[in-house]
């Protein structure tokens, strides 16, 4: 779209228009010409104009009778008008549409000086009146996104407290139960054993909450585009058996037998504690998902560096989920609700990405799912 | 003690269900635990003879949800939908969208003294 303002002239005489137009002649500004009312009508209904400089005295239709027509129609009324009149007469006075809108006059013989000066008031004000538009639009849409964020945040909140509710509730249901076995029972139930597995099973539900706030810092961290790495050297495939040996109790707990097939030597230079994060997620993802059949966890080599797979055995996950998984709190449903803040698969691949690295799984409803992540070599240091 | 009459739980966390099931063991319930809506389908299929007096259902499970599981338990055992008292357990605070008719709410976290309650007022009083 032009930047240009157009103006038109209005005379019946062409030497007139010619030098009108010679007069008005500017940068900013395209010239059309018309030699009648009825002409300049119709050129006004297809373009649009800044400004018209209208003669008085034409035949047929006169400036005023032109102007009383340009008022009458939405498209123009709003048009700033300038007649360009012989004489200061009281039939100047005749035109009634003042209310509507800017209106000038410009007298015969016309100077220059005053037709420039003129010219650039209605300009201007036309210039302001576009960038007021801009303004306007700017801000429709900057309201738009605070409402979305705002938005994106409150469901945030609801999601995230109702996540900790589940941990929360196992811990207030224990704290019950134990006021009463003490009531009931005496001080004699609680022995070491007892007691052992009671804050063996508050420290899970703590570490659930742990976790649970960890992701929601993380989000927060990648949604003002501050999540950290730090990377370091270390061996892709050791760094997986000791995570996999250090979780050994959790994952018995799950009852889903973990199958390691690591066949990679390689070492690389990545953030140990961001990939230990994508592995564990995955792994838990499968344990909740893999309905106690084996899970496998395999680490390659591959042409650009590392690849990390974890299988399942579960129900699967339906084709046109599979992209959803990996949105921010994404919730599939139709009875596959996903319990979790669904931030996890989220912060994976936000994790992946920073290492250029990437994320894809394949699966069928039935036949379980299968996540490949693809860790390049990185030279960042 | 009155003849009891038993409690179905329907309740994917693990730490939740188990402490569940020692509270009411412990009150000399009979419980039986589904770890979904279809383990909880399942199993009221094979207990042909089992009529709970009292089933909680969590909302959110993998597999098969809770809205799910009630609608299949309407479907396939709809005298065990009529007879049992049916209480979704939720975090959620604005569960009162449920459509379901004759099923009751109950917050999480509880209380055990309103589980207590509740099972008494279900499973033990004619």
């Known amino acids: 779209m032009s930047s240009l303002f157009k103006i038109i002239l209005v005379d019946d005489l062409k030497d007139n228009l010619i030098a009108l137009e010679a007069l008005v002649k500017r940068d900013d500004v395209e010239i059309i010409k018309a030699e009648s009312g009825e002409d300049a009508l119709r050129l006004m209904m297809t373009q649009d104009f800044a400004l018209a400089l209208i003669d008085v005295q034409m035949p047929n239709m006169n400036g005023f009778e032109l102007a009383e027509l340009m008022r009458g129609s939405n498209k123009t009324k709003n048009i700033p008008l300038i007649f360009v009149t012989a004489t200061a007469r009281a039939q100047n006075f005749l035109f009634k549409g003042y209310e509507s809108g800017a209106v000038d006059f410009l007298l015969k013989p016309l100077d220059a000086h005053a037709v420039n000066c003129k010219i650039n008031?209605?300009?201007?004000?036309?210039?302001?009146?576009?960038?007021?538009?801009?303004?306007?639009?700017?801000?429709?849409?900057?309201?738009?996104?605070?409402?979305?964020?705002?938005?994106?945040?409150?469901?945030?909140?609801?999601?995230?407290?109702?996540?900790?509710?589940?941990?929360?509730?196992?811990?207030?249901?224990?704290?019950?139960?134990?006021?009463?076995?003490?009531?009931?029972?005496?001080?004699?139930?609680?022995?070491?054993?007892?007691?052992?597995?009671?804050?063996?099973?508050?420290?899970?539900?703590?570490?659930?909450?742990?976790?649970?706030?960890?992701?929601?810092?993380?989000?927060?961290?990648?949604?003002s585009g501050k999540l950290s790495m730090n990377f370091e050297q270390f061996n892709l495939g050791d760094m997986v058996k000791d995570l996999v040996e250090r979780n050994q109790e959790l994952f018995l707990q799950a009852e889903c037998p973990i199958e390691l097939d690591i066949s990679s030597s390689i070492v690389g230079n990545w953030d140990r504690f961001r990939i230990e994060q994508v592995v564990m997620n995955l792994i838990t993802n499968a344990m909740r998902y893999g309905q106690k059949k084996p899970i496998l966890v395999q680490v390659r080599d591959s042409a650009l560096g590392g690849q990390i797979i974890v299988k399942d055995n579960g129900n699967g996950i339906a084709i046109e989920n599979q992209q959803k998984i990996f949105l921010r709190f994404e919730r599939v449903g139709s009875g596959q609700e996903i319990t979790g803040l669904g931030l996890g698969l989220y912060i994976v691949k936000k994790i992946l990405e920073a290492h250029k690295g990437s994320i894809q799984v394949m699966s069928k409803l039935g036949d379980g799912a299968t996540f490949l992540v693809e860790l390049p070599h990185t030279n960042d240091t | 003690m009155l003849p009891c009459k038993p409690i179905l739980i329907v309740e994917d966390d693990r730490a939740i269900r188990s402490a569940l099931q020692d509270f009411f063991s412990g009150e000399d319930y009979t419980v039986y635990l589904a770890e979904h809506g279809q383990a909880a389908i399942n199993l009221l299929a094979l207990e042909s003879t089992v009529i709970p007096g009292l089933i909680l259902v969590d909302l959110m499970m993998p597999v098969m949800d809770g809205i799910t599981f009630l609608t299949e338990l309407q479907k396939k055992h709809p005298l065990i939908y009529e007879k049992s008292a049916i209480f979704v357990m939720t975090a959620r605070t604005d569960v009162h969208k449920l459509n379901l008719k004759a099923i009751s709410v109950i917050k999480k976290p509880f209380e055990l003294d309103e589980l207590s309650r509740i099972a008494l007022k279900y499973c033990q009083e004619n």
């Open chain 1, 121 to 223: 008031i209605f300009i201007e004000l036309e210039r302001s009146k576009r960038e007021q538009k801009d303004l306007l639009l700017k801000l429709t849409q900057t309201q738009k996104n605070l409402e979305q964020v705002a938005l994106v945040r409150d469901e945030f909140m609801a999601i995230a407290s109702h996540e900790l509710k589940t941990p929360l509730t196992s811990l207030k249901l224990q704290a019950q139960l134990r006021k009463r076995n003490l009531q009931k029972k005496g001080v004699e139930y609680f022995t070491p054993e007892t007691m052992t597995k009671m804050f063996n099973d508050d420290e899970r539900q703590l570490q659930r909450i742990t976790h649970l706030i960890d992701d929601m810092l993380d989000i927060s961290r990648i949604s």
